[in-house]
């Protein structure tokens, strides 16, 4: 966000957004500066680009430029008084007039990041940061400034966000705070929007998640040695974030000298692997022998949340006495009914009894990592077969199923060798698990009834867990527009790949080499060349001199494409009447000998204004190669100051708070006509009004008036070289850089005018 703030007064302040201009001025502006007489009416614009493409990339941020809207007594930066539109940096001075409206321009991060947050609420926020001029990401990076979340919960993100001490808001906060800068330019605390605490588990009492200072060194001192590499990836940032040390466990770290050692904690993975089953094996004889324990994830979350490392984080706390003995199964801290228990996870707990079980807290966080699973104490044949799956039973086959069984007692062992259906990989992945670790049990005679053929290899399930596919599968069906929408792409597109995802698991595109280039870089090199040298040739002139240098053809839109991608666009040149380097010499010392003229003596003098219609066509129409912000390079103009065949003049003066009546003249301007039509009718008469101070500035003024009015004594003061540059507010800079100025006469030699710089008000 970019905000200008007064230097002498600190309560001014306005901030300026993507897609509106804020004008600055006297009157009926946005940024009201009302007792400086030095600002005009409209002084200055100030706005900010900020292209939606780089809303998700924090290095490329939004820009804030400033114009000057032609005021009299210029805008300044860093001192320097600004002819053309220019970009602002952070930290820059900006003075409007001569006084004391003086600003320094402030550049306020704003990087945003969501979690747990729903795609239309996603759409709504990506607009509102776009239009503070911020960065919206998916991912948290150390730039964040905000997390955006309608609950809290334990998530990755949340624990990043916390550890680094950055505020935790509901989506409708920057909502609010658009609309309280725009109305009063007042910030809003994010303490006032932090979200509701989500999990059941954390003591909302107890618990703040508003910014503590104190979670920014929460593991301090400590080191966190993992396993499992991709629970490293997860989890490193967090910790390094709260002040601590992450590393992957190796073979030759694992002594009691490393592993026992003040700080030091190994984390327990989540997932057993054979890759290191024997290390983890390793680890646990050495920290059961000192009555320590495996670190759960669950404890860097707790720790976070209750900033506090005596009971979480600590291996040697005996946990068991203080948290409750049950398994959470969810992304953070919420409970998740299990419809069907994993038979072979049930199968492997019977054959290891005494295996600890496993915690995550982003993915399977519970609290109780020391007492068994009830489950584990039950034998396999003492499980019940629910009276769901019976009826399913007796509505396949035609007789009931105690008759097909050999006594009613191996009903209850059925339920270990019925297959559990799933839907895409994961019924690929349990079909592999089934044929690697084969159930002893499964050994049941097959049974077979009417549909036996039909229904042999098909898989059960209860309708519970059916229903519940189906409800998150429609959940799907019904975010599909609003993503379609927001990526322009077809919604077929995004079911296809969503269907492809749950089937392999990943969405990646055929690699292709694309449309096969033209031309060469050297024939790239080739057309700029040429159209810098020749300017004015158009797109079909440089393909045909390609085709003829090289043998290469190609279409007009080709060349654009190419002259493009160096900078070359087709544009048209300005129009300018030729001056010498003294004519912009004399206009320069003539605009800062009357710089600082009053308005009072300024009002004594009448200014020309003449403006050409030509009834023909001029070299504006024809376009020209050039680069952007080369307008006014001297390769880039057309010089001419005559412009023949039939056409129109409209002539007036100019005096601070009058005026002349417009003079429409059809036929060529002459000397004679300048003598008894302009300066008889209409000077003469302001002359004789304001008497011997009276001063006459001819705009665009040729030899031939210029000797009129000089012969006219009547006329006193004459000066022909049009208005000052304390009028216009960019004369003097651009003729610092040699900008042409519309006369075509010597320069005045009387003693009491100067030569000026001038433009043509037309």
């Known amino acids: 966000m970019w905000k200008l703030k007064h230097t002498k007064k600190?309560?001014?302040?306005?901030?300026?957004?993507?897609?509106?201009?804020?004008?600055?001025?006297?009157?009926?502006?946005?940024?009201?500066?009302?007792?400086?007489?030095?600002?005009?009416?409209?002084?200055?614009?100030?706005?900010?680009?900020?292209?939606?493409?780089?809303?998700?990339?924090?290095?490329?941020?939004?820009?804030?430029?400033?114009?000057?809207?032609?005021?009299?007594?210029?805008?300044?930066?860093?001192?320097?008084?600004?002819?053309?539109?220019?970009?602002?940096?952070?930290?820059d001075l900006v003075k409007f007039g001569q006084f004391e409206s003086e600003f320094r321009i402030h550049n306020l991060p704003l990087v945003v990041t969501t979690s747990c947050l729903e795609v239309s609420s996603k759409k709504d926020l990506r607009k509102t940061v776009h239009f503070l001029g911020g960065s919206f990401i998916s991912e948290w990076q150390p730039?964040?400034?905000?997390?955006?979340?309608?609950?809290?919960?334990?998530?990755?993100?949340?624990?990043?966000?916390?550890?680094?001490?950055?505020?935790?808001?509901?989506?409708?906060?920057?909502?609010?705070?658009?609309?309280?800068?725009?109305?009063?330019?007042?910030?809003?605390?994010?303490?006032?929007?932090?979200?509701?605490?989500?999990?059941?588990?954390?003591?909302?009492?107890?618990?703040?998640?508003?910014?503590?200072?104190?979670?920014?060194?929460?593991?301090?001192?400590?080191?966190?040695?993992?396993?499992?590499?991709?629970?490293?990836?997860?989890?490193?940032?967090?910790?390094?974030?709260?002040?601590?040390?992450?590393?992957?466990?190796?073979?030759?770290?694992?002594?009691?000298?490393?592993?026992?050692?003040?700080?030091?904690?190994?984390?327990?993975?989540?997932?057993?692997?054979?890759?290191?089953?024997?290390?983890?094996?390793?680890?646990?004889?050495?920290?059961?022998?000192?009555?320590?324990?495996?670190?759960?994830?669950?404890?860097i979350g707790l720790s976070v949340a209750y900033c506090s490392t005596d009971k979480f984080c600590n291996p040697q706390f005996n946990m068991v006495e203080t948290l409750l003995s049950q398994k959470m199964q969810s992304q953070t801290l919420t409970q998740r009914e299990v419809y069907v228990p994993d038979t072979q996870e049930r199968t492997a707990r019977v054959e290891n009894k005494s295996r600890n079980p496993v915690s995550d807290v982003f993915s399977s966080l519970h609290l109780s990592s020391f007492q068994n699973d009830p489950v584990e104490n039950i034998e396999v044949s003492q499980v019940p077969l629910s009276a769901q799956i019976k009826q399913e039973l007796d509505d396949i086959f035609e007789d009931p199923l105690e008759s097909r069984v050999d006594g009613p007692s191996k009903v209850d062992d059925l339920a270990t060798?019925?297959?559990?259906?799933?839907?895409?990989?994961?019924?690929?992945?349990?079909?592999?698990?089934?044929?690697?670790?084969?159930?002893?049990?499964?050994?049941?005679?097959?049974?077979?009834?009417?549909?036996?053929?039909?229904?042999?290899n098909e898989n059960l399930v209860p309708n519970k867990a059916l229903k519940q596919e189906r409800d998150e599968n429609e959940k799907i069906k019904d975010h599909e527009p609003e993503v379609s929408e927001e990526l322009g792409i077809a919604q077929s597109v995004i079911s296809r790949l969503w269907q492809r995802f749950q089937d392999d698991g990943n969405v990646s595109r055929c690699y292709s080499t694309g449309r096969p280039r033209v031309t060469t870089p050297n024939e790239d090199r080739y057309l700029a060349v040429t159209a810098k040298r020749n300017r004015r040739s158009t797109a079909s002139d440089l393909s045909r001199q390609l085709s003829s240098?090289?043998?290469?053809?190609?279409?007009r839109q080709t060349v654009y494409r190419r002259l493009g991608h160096i900078g070359l666009y087709a544009r048209r040149p300005v129009r300018c009447v030729p001056l010498t380097a003294t004519d912009c010499r004399l206009r320069l010392a003539w605009s800062r000998e009357h710089a600082l003229w009053t308005p009072q003596q300024w009002s004594c003098v009448m200014f020309s204004d003449e403006s050409r219609f030509s009834l023909q066509s001029d070299s504006r129409r024809t376009f020209i190669w050039?680069?952007?912000?080369?307008?006014?390079?001297?390769?880039?103009?057309?010089?001419?100051?005559?412009?023949?065949?039939?056409?129109?003049?409209?002539?007036?003066?100019?005096?601070?708070?009058?005026r002349t009546d417009l003079h429409v003249q059809s036929v060529t301007m002459t000397g004679h006509i300048y003598r008894d039509v302009i300066l008889e009718q209409h000077v003469r008469l302001f002359r004789g009004a304001m008497g011997a101070e009276f001063l006459f500035m001819d705009d665009n003024a040729h030899s031939s008036p210029c000797k009129h009015c000089r012969r006219m004594p009547s006329i006193g003061g004459y000066h022909p070289y049009g208005l000052a540059s304390i009028l216009t507010g960019l004369e003097s800079n651009?003729?610092?850089?040699?900008?042409?100025?519309?006369?075509?006469?010597?320069?005045?030699?009387?003693?009491?005018?100067?030569?000026?710089?001038?433009?043509?008000?037309?």
């Open 626 to 658: 050039r680069a952007p912000g080369t307008r006014y390079h001297q390769e880039n103009t057309t010089e001419r100051h005559r412009y023949g065949g039939a056409g129109w003049l409209v002539w007036g003066g100019i005096i601070l708070g009058s």
């Open 143 to 299: 730039s964040c400034t905000h997390l955006v979340m309608t609950e809290v919960k334990v998530t990755v993100k949340a624990l990043c966000c916390l550890v680094s001490a950055k505020p935790i808001v509901k989506p409708e906060y920057f909502q609010e705070l658009k609309q309280s800068l725009k109305n009063s330019a007042s910030f809003l605390s994010p303490n006032q929007f932090v979200p509701p605490i989500g999990e059941a588990l954390i003591d909302k009492d107890v618990v703040s998640f508003n910014i503590n200072l104190q979670r920014k060194t929460i593991f301090k001192d400590k080191t966190f040695f993992f396993l499992d590499e991709k629970q490293f990836k997860k989890l490193h940032l967090g910790i390094i974030l709260g002040g601590g040390n992450a590393s992957i466990l190796s073979t030759d770290k694992i002594t009691p000298e490393i592993l026992l050692r003040d700080g030091c904690s190994v984390i327990e993975p989540v997932q057993q692997s054979q890759e290191f089953g024997s290390m983890l094996s390793s680890v646990k004889t050495i920290l059961q022998k000192k009555e320590y324990r495996l670190i759960p994830e669950s404890d």
């Open 417 to 456: 060798t019925l297959p559990i259906r799933t839907s895409g990989r994961l019924a690929k992945q349990d079909k592999k698990k089934n044929t690697e670790n084969e159930n002893p049990l499964s050994t049941t005679r097959p049974l077979r009834g009417k549909r036996t053929a039909a229904h042999e």
């Open 10 to 91: 600190e309560h001014v302040e306005n901030y300026v957004f993507v897609g509106e201009e804020l004008v600055v001025g006297r009157k009926d502006a946005a940024l009201l500066i009302a007792n400086d007489p030095s600002v005009s009416r409209c002084h200055a614009v100030l706005f900010v680009k900020h292209p939606e493409g780089n809303l998700s990339d924090p290095t490329k941020k939004s820009s804030l430029f400033l114009r000057d809207e032609g005021s009299k007594y210029g805008t300044f930066k860093n001192g320097v008084r600004i002819s053309s539109e220019i970009e602002l940096q952070n930290n």
């Open 549 to 555: 240098a090289t043998g290469t053809t190609v279409s």
């Open 734 to 762: 651009r003729a610092c850089v040699g900008y042409a100025w519309p006369t075509n006469c010597s320069p005045s030699t009387s003693s009491h005018l100067s030569t000026g710089t001038s433009e043509g008000i037309a």
